[in-house]
């Protein structure tokens, strides 16, 4: 298979990975980037973690990393972010805890606010990573 090849990857609850809410890839490699699909609040048994957006964030970020991290990739490969958040004035919490995730350096992030989130959740973020050398072949085999 190309390295320039279109790539979808799933990942199952067993790899650390919460169930999908939808009929979606977890992410999809293409050349040198990867696009890793908005990620909720969940566990991998499906249940909503926390009740605040500081804790609902973390646990986004932590499946959006596990499922970067399964394909062969880490928060040093992220370049752009997009957050959803369902309440604007959640902002500065939502902040606090997203820049923890990112000491070192930030990626270019859009964040806009929503009528409604899937299983009800407070706050979603999907992000694209690249790799000059790309992503190898076992994603999507």
Known sequence: ???????????????????????????????????VTGQMPTD?????????????TDQVMRNLLRV??????????VVSVRAYLLDWNDYGAFNGAYTAWFPDRLPSRTCVGVTGLAVGALVELDWVCWRSGGWGTTIGS
């Open 1 to 35: 298979m190309s390295d320039n090849a279109i790539r979808p990857s799933r990942s199952p609850p067993a790899d650390g990975v919460p169930p999908a809410v939808a009929p979606f890839a977890h992410a999809t490699a293409a050349g040198p980037t990867l696009y």
């Open 44 to 56: 991998v048994t499906g249940a909503v973690v926390g009740d605040y957006v500081a804790i609902q």
């Open 68 to 77: 970067t991290e399964l394909c062969g990739g880490a928060l040093a490969d």
